[in-house]
């Protein structure tokens, strides 16, 4: 049987929703939903004005045809469920349908998204739908929550147990989850570790008693995301659900444009698989959504700029403007009226007004290149204009003001710099409330070669040749440190693909500093193979070492360790005494050769001839 009713008509369905009328009509008179004494008055709330002072909900004048809602509802396989189909995510004119295959019973109705939009408690239309499942064995507030939930814009699912929570959630994992902590079957902590490890996406907001709060405290330990504490208001509860959903379309949102930055390939987007760069994906997903400033870190050619690019342009402001200042190459004079602006006759030479580019970001972002390079003064009057939202461009008494988002970058060690006292701390701390620091090229080399491929395949595009790297010349760019990073790599393969006659690029197109690198690497390679071989030589035209040479320690030892078998261990220190005696005598005494094939000092020789007890004149040794 299907009971519709709006709100504020009398109720001739009451009877078959039982509680919920109740406790939402005294819920909406201001009292507290889940209160064991639902006459009591919200003054023992006194000192909370949001929860004294809470707003009636305003409910919409029902579903399409001006009526309430659907009751009645069970799910099949999920006892006493309660589910109702999506709502949000519409466009305005839309409509949808309500009850659609999960209801039970009933005919679906539909409502209008502008209806929905509406609502000032629902969660903005972008923000998708979300499932929410209420868990709770309080019949009244269990209702109550729902029809909230169901106003707000949820797609709302119910249950009374943590075997009916499982069984709902076998059909329709849920976004959100509201779930009371005093459960029968289990408690409600046992669901939440079976959904963190299951559905770790979940966001969960757990509810508890005064007496219980502890338990919230658990529960929040095992990653409830928040807690309600019962008795709560309306407004207690459409704000946690609207920061839970808040959340959950974050975190959604954050793991799409990781994927995006995983996959994304061809120019202006940030290529490289690395863990590092994985690392830097993970993070910049999640700062690309907030409106904090981001210091962004690396070394010259690491990607800053395409960094801080990557985060405007996949953020929430993408289509305001992106204004890149590179604090580096400003002239000092000029330095202030570019980021303020200034009026007309401010100074020699400001025949007009100019807007400072702090102020024409209007909303969007402002990239502080080189930010190490701004002067003190102008550090101090940055720092203002942040603090403050606005700006006082050059010759002028009024406060322009500036809603642009900051991001800046620098490859010097700006905590150096503070405690130098050539950075304001202030300011620092101020751009630095996230920090992203790109590792230098040598420390993800496995991003070469797709770095390599990345800048080859501009090429073929635009030139239409095929173009390939040599083995060799693949293998030693590996090899090759890249003080300049991408940036270098980039002019690389660039001046590589400009000298190359024929479609492989072989190590004499690279530039020289690669070329001197490898021939560096491989005279060094000669030069401990020959050392090697000479000191083998040296050896070997020696006489036989059964002639005198050292012998080893005798059986009676210390630093001779005899194991059960028999078998005898040396020590390091004591190889190292036969290495140097029986070296001291096949070379007959010639302490300073033996050095040298030993590769030590003749002074560390001296030393340890020294410790081991013999003298100077010794025979074999003098
Ligand atoms: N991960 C990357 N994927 C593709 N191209 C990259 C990457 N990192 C850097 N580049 C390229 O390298 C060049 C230098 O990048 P960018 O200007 O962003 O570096 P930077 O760290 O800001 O340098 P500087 O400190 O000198 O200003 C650009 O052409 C950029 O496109």
């Known amino acids: 049987m299907l009971k519709t009713r709006g709100f504020g008509e009398q109720d001739e369905s009451k009877a078959g929703a039982g509680d919920l009328y109740d406790h939402l009509d005294k819920a909406r008179a201001g009292e507290m939903i889940g209160s064991p004494h639902l006459g009591a008055s919200p003054a023992s709330f006194e000192g909370d004005s949001s929860q004294a002072g809470d707003p009636l909900p305003r409910l919409r004048p029902g579903y399409g045809d001006g009526s309430g809602w659907t009751s009645d509802r069970s799910f099949e396989g999920a006892a006493a469920s309660d589910w109702v189909l999506p709502v949000g995510n519409l466009r305005s004119g839309d409509a949808i349908r309500e009850g659609g295959q999960a209801l039970h019973s009933g005919q679906p109705v539909e409502r209008s998204a502008d209806a929905i939009a509406e609502s000032e408690n629902a969660p903005a239309p972008e923000m998708g739908i979300h499932h929410l499942l209420v868990v709770d064995d309080d019949e009244p507030v269990r209702n109550a929550c729902c029809e909230i939930a169901r106003q707000m814009g949820f797609a709302v699912h119910s249950a009374e147990s943590v075997p009916a929570a499982r069984e709902v959630l076998k059909f329709q994992p849920a976004d959100l989850l509201l779930l009371d902590l005093k459960l029968p079957g289990g408690g409600g902590l046992l669901l939440l570790e079976e959904i963190r490890a299951i559905h770790p996406e979940t966001v969960v907001m757990v509810m508890t008693a005064f007496a219980t709060v502890s338990s919230a405290v658990e529960a929040m330990r095992i990653g409830a995301a928040d807690y309600l504490t019962k008795p709560f208001a309306l407004t207690e509860l459409r704000n946690t659900l609207l920061r839970a959903a808040k959340r959950r379309q974050y975190d959604v949102a954050s793991r799409h444009l990781r994927e995006k930055l ?342 560390t020789l001296y030393r340890k001839l020294k410790e081991y007890g013999i003298a100077e004149g010794a025979e074999g040794v003098q």
Request: charged share 25%.
């Open 262 to 603: 995983r996959s994304q390939k061809g120019d202006g987007h940030i290529i490289g698989n690395s863990p590092e760069m994985e690392k830097l994906y993970r993070i910049l997903a999640k700062v690309a959504f907030s409106t904090h400033p981001v210091l962004i870190l690396g070394e010259s050619g690491t990607g800053k700029e395409m960094v801080a690019r990557t985060i405007h342009f996949n953020g929430h402001n993408a289509r305001k403007p992106f204004v890149p200042v590179d604090c580096g190459s400003l002239v000092p004079t000029l330095i202030e009226s570019e980021l303020f602006g200034h009026v007309k006759g401010a100074f020699t030479g400001a025949n007009r007004s100019k807007e400072g580019l702090l102020a024409s970001a209007e909303g969007g972002t402002v990239f502080l290149d080189e930010i190490g390079e701004l002067p003190l003064d102008l550090q101090a009057k940055l720092l203002r204009a942040l603090q403050e939202k606005e700006v006082r461009p050059v010759g002028s008494t009024q406060a322009v003001p500036i809603s642009a988002r900051v991001l800046a970058a620098t490859n010097r060690d700006l905590l150096a710099m503070v405690e130098q006292g050539q950075f304001r701390k202030d300011l620092y701390f101020r751009l630095n409330v996230v920090n992203l620091k790109i590792p230098p090229l040598r420390q993800r080399k496995e991003d070469i070669p797709v770095l390599a491929e990345h800048f080859l395949e501009r090429k073929r595009k635009e030139t239409g040749r095929s173009l390939i790297l040599s083995d060799e010349a693949l293998r030693w760019m590996i090899e090759f440190p890249w003080p300049g990073n991408v940036r270098e790599l980039e002019h690389a393969i660039e001046r590589a693909c400009a000298l190359s006659s024929g479609p492989v690029l072989h190590m004499g197109d690279l530039p020289t500093q690669l070329q001197d690198f490898q021939m560096n690497a491989r005279q060094s390679l000669i030069d401990q193979r020959e050392r090697q071989i000479q000191a083998q030589t040296a050896v070997a035209s020696l006489p036989d070492q059964s002639q005198g040479a050292y012998q080893g320690p005798a059986a009676n030892d210390t630093s001779l360790t005899l194991m059960e078998n028999g078998e005898r261990i040396i020590s390091i220190a004591e190889l190292e005494k036969q290495a140097i005696l029986n070296t001291i005598r096949q070379l007959h005494g010639d302490k300073l050769m033996a050095a040298k094939l030993l590769q030590i000092g003749k002074t």
